[in-house]
């Protein structure tokens, strides 16, 4: 026929490319196991499920990007899973196959209703959560009321809500997630069994991006995910946007994600430049400092992150001073150098510094102009450190101590005689501090009876363990007592060794010792065992 014709249907279509997902949601946590440095929360909730204890509310907390509402999603499923059978119960472990599972976890379950407070912040949305929860659920074990940011709630909302809440009816399970638990009322936290998920260790979240790599099929180095790691700040949310920045980074540039490259995406200050920067700091090169600072600056590096920079490294000094483990993102480098600087400095110089720093990061923060004020917080810096520090400026002002620049005028005094070597200098570390005892120097020797733990003695020469902090000028002090008592130079110095107990604690150690001798003794341990009020006062024992 002239006028037939042969229906061939629509014409294929091209397949549509699937949407892309950013890794923060589709590496969201789909089972407990997932849940990577909330060990604790998932051990207390499984026993709760496995021994019928569950609770009819839950309050979660933490910072950003934790998984706080992941957690709230996972405990639905665990509580609504039914198995792959439909047989099952409540469980840990939720199989993820079966429907209630899937339907949650692609948010369409009729009977798990997800609300941002953020935006139903009135008394009239949690009416609404009022009524319906009368009814029970459609098809799910529990009817689950998922309430996002629960301190944006207002008031009233928040009375309406407390009777519910404290006596729900059986088939109702409330999950609150909040990053500010402080605002959320007291009496709705009384009524809630409260999780406060922990941020996650840095080292967690570098192992957690390297999977997420190695899934993704990206190189990437060890050194960029553990940049990567630290500037998430315990957040998993935080972390995944920054390594989907930095995948995106690498294909533009070829290659996988280097360690540079996060740097500069970040706008970090390089670390080989903050510790030249720190050391031109710490000797006092003023026009070097301000030099390097402003090669950093004409880089692109934020002042602001500059100081940060520099914060973090006085406080790994600090720590690595203290003998911490290092942390295993140092290069062999920055572990020498952090090394050297703490044998250097002492802690009220640390203390100092941090203060120092800590102001010039305050100023920047909120200056007109960031980088004049970041130049002006290092002249402070380096200018401040030749100062005295308060212990010295009180002696030098009450006239006890050396005046801070003596007059060209005045004669400088007569050097006194040398002795002749270990003439007459006491022959012991306790001979010593009885000298310093009975020339008046009580509160010295007080102090080193106390604090001083003995590396080394010779007549002249004491050396001090400085693994635990010692004031300021016990040193210098101590110097200057003995060469004015003795009329010979002394050298005291402290070292980071480990010391002899002080005399104090070897004095503490021999009383103990000898009373346990005497309650051993078979009269007084008869006495006491007659007496059990009974306690020793004293003793004296015959020495002959």
């Excluded at 029970?136 to 407390?162: C, G, Q, T, W």
Aim: aromatic share 4%; charged share 20%.
């Amino acid at each position: 026929m002239a006028d037939s014709f042969l229906d061939l249907g629509e014409p294929p279509q091209p397949a549509k490319p699937e949407a892309y997902r950013v890794l923060a949601r589709k590496y969201r946590p789909q089972s407990f196991a997932a849940l990577i440095g909330q060990d604790a929360m998932v051990q207390t909730l499984g026993n709760a499920i496995r021994r019928g204890r569950l609770a009819h509310a839950f309050l979660l907390t933490g910072v950003r990007g934790v998984g706080k509402t992941s957690t709230a999603r996972l405990i639905a499923k665990a509580l609504n899973c039914v198995g792959p059978d439909g047989q099952g119960g409540p469980t840990i472990d939720p199989c993820g196959v079966c429907e209630p599972c899937r339907a949650i976890a692609e948010g369409r379950h009729i009977d798990v209703i997800e609300m941002d407070a953020a935006s139903h912040t009135g008394v009239d949305d949690v009416r609404e959560i009022i009524e319906a929860s009368r009814y029970a659920a459609v098809s799910a074990r529990f009817k689950i009321y998922i309430v996002d940011e629960v301190h944006m709630l207002s008031k009233s909302a928040f009375n309406a809500l407390l009777k519910t809440l404290e006596e729900p009816p059986a088939h109702v399970k409330f999950l609150f997630a909040t990053t500010e638990v402080n605002k959320v009322p007291v009496t709705v936290l009384s009524r809630c069994q409260r999780f406060d998920l922990r941020r996650i260790p840095a080292e967690k979240l570098a192992a957690h991006f390297a999977e997420v790599c190695r899934l993704e099929g990206v190189e990437a180095e060890d050194e960029a995910l553990a940049l990567i790691a630290r500037a998430a700040e315990g957040s998993a949310r935080d972390g995944l946007s920054i390594l989907d920045q930095a995948i995106a980074h690498a294909g533009i540039e070829g290659g996988g994600v280097a360690a540079a490259a996060v740097r500069d995406m970040l706008g970090l200050s390089d670390r080989g430049a903050t510790r030249d920067l720190f050391g031109l700091l710490l000797a006092g090169e003023a026009r070097q400092s301000l030099a390097a600072l402003r090669r950093q600056y004409d880089l692109g590096v934020d002042p602001l992150a500059v100081l940060r920079a520099l914060l973090e490294t006085s406080h790994a000094v600090t720590l690595a001073k203290l003998g911490t483990p290092t942390d295993a993102a140092q290069s062999a480098e920055e572990s020498a150098a952090l090394a050297s600087w703490a044998a250097r400095l002492s802690f009220p110089a640390l203390h100092r510094l941090w203060q120092l720093l800590l102001k010039g990061h305050e100023e920047v923060g909120r200056a007109a102009l960031p980088i004049e004020a970041a130049e002006m917080a290092l002249l402070r810096v380096i200018h401040a450190s030749a100062l005295p520090d308060p212990g010295e400026l009180v002696k030098q002002l009450s006239g006890q101590g050396a005046p801070v620049a003596p007059s060209p005028a005045a004669p400088a005094p007569p050097a006194p005689a040398p002795a002749a070597p270990h003439a007459g200098l006491p022959a012991s570390f306790e001979e010593m501090i009885a000298l310093l005892d009975a020339r008046g120097k009580m509160t010295l020797a007080g102090t080193l009876r106390v604090v001083a733990r003995l590396v080394h003695y010779a007549p002249g020469e004491l050396v001090l363990s400085a693994a635990k902090p010692l004031p300021a000028t016990l040193t210098r002090d101590l110097a200057e007592t003995l060469r004015a008592i003795t009329g010979a130079a002394w050298t005291v110095e402290a070292r980071d060794e480990p010391g002899a107990p002080t005399l104090q604690e070897a004095e503490a150690a021999r009383v103990a010792a000898e009373r346990a001798w005497v309650t051993e003794q078979p009269v007084v341990a008869a006495t006491l065992a007659a007496f059990p009020q009974a306690e020793l006062a004293g003793w004296e024992i015959n020495r002959s």
